[in-house]
T-cell receptor, first 115, second 112 residues
Framework: EAQVTQNPRYLITVTGKKLTVTCSQN?????MSWYRQDPGLGLRQIYY???????DKGDVPEGYKVSRKEKRNFPLILESPSPNQTSLYFC??????????????FGSGTRLTVV | DQQVKQNSPSLSVQEGRISILNCDYT??????FLWYKKYPAEGPTFLIS?????DKNEDGRFTVFLNKSAKHLSLHIVPSQPGDSAVYFC???????????FGTGTRLKVLA
């Protein structure tokens, strides 16, 4: 089954404790992205990647890191989480780079709480 | 600065009638526009897209209209069904920057 798998689904952590949210897709998609969803703000792009070893900042990158060492994986790293990073996070992947973009396939989400 | 705006947080429609969801954008350089549907506790699901060189795209009950001069797009659902009740997000893609920006969403409720 074609899918984007992100783990964990739920995570409660303490301020300052490094964490990684994993994301993997099995569709050989070039384009991958991380979003956070907050009430009244919709989905805001954190980081995106057009292909292996190519990443760039979205609209809200502060406090986050990503890497794209393999095509299928795009982990989101919070080096020192803070309470304002409490949110619902989605990983997404899509075929296409350059002039054409296709619809995303989204993961099921990771609800992160930082206390 | 919100580049993609959905000004109606919610919409209620009777089953069988037309649902019209609206979206405005500010950047005329966007190349593609897309609509997604999201149910609670799930990730968004892609519905339909339109290239900036077109003004209409249709897929079954879903039609997206693009008015470039007004920087406005809309999603029409005809006929609306109770299973269409969800949050709908519009999104815009800019091939120059590869940024993919979402609106804030509109919650649609289809009443049986």
């Amino acid at each position: 089954e074609a899918q984007v798998t992100q783990n964990p689904r739920y995570l409660i952590t303490v301020t300052g404790k490094k964490l990684t949210v994993t994301c993997s897709q099995n569709m050989n998609h070039e384009y991958m992205s991380w979003y956070r969803q907050d009430p009244g703000l919709g989905l805001r792009q954190i980081y995106y990647s057009m292909n292996v070893e190519v990443t760039d900042k979205g609209d809200v990158p502060e406090g986050y890191k990503v890497s794209r060492k393999e095509k299928r994986n795009f982990p989101l790293i919070l080096e020192s989480p803070s309470p304002n990073q409490t949110s619902l996070y989605f990983c997404a992947s899509s075929r296409g780079t350059g002039d054409t973009i296709y619809g995303y396939t989204f993961g099921s989400g990771t609800r992160l709480t930082v206390v | 600065d919100q580049q993609v705006k959905q000004n109606s947080p919610s919409l209620s429609v009777q089953e069988g009638r037309i649902s019209i969801l609206n979206c405005d954008y500010t950047n005329s350089m966007f190349d593609y526009f897309l609509w997604y549907k999201k149910y609670p506790a799930e990730g968004p699901t892609f519905l339909i897209s339109i290239s900036s060189i077109k003004d209409k795209n249709e897929d079954g009950r879903f039609t997206v209209f693009l008015n470039k001069s007004a920087k406005h797009l809309s999603l029409h659902i005809v006929p609306s069904q109770p299973g269409d009740s969800a949050v709908y997000f519009c999104a815009a893609f800019h091939s120059g920057t590869y940024k993919y920006i979402f609106g804030t969403g509109t919650r649609l409720k289809v009443l049986a």
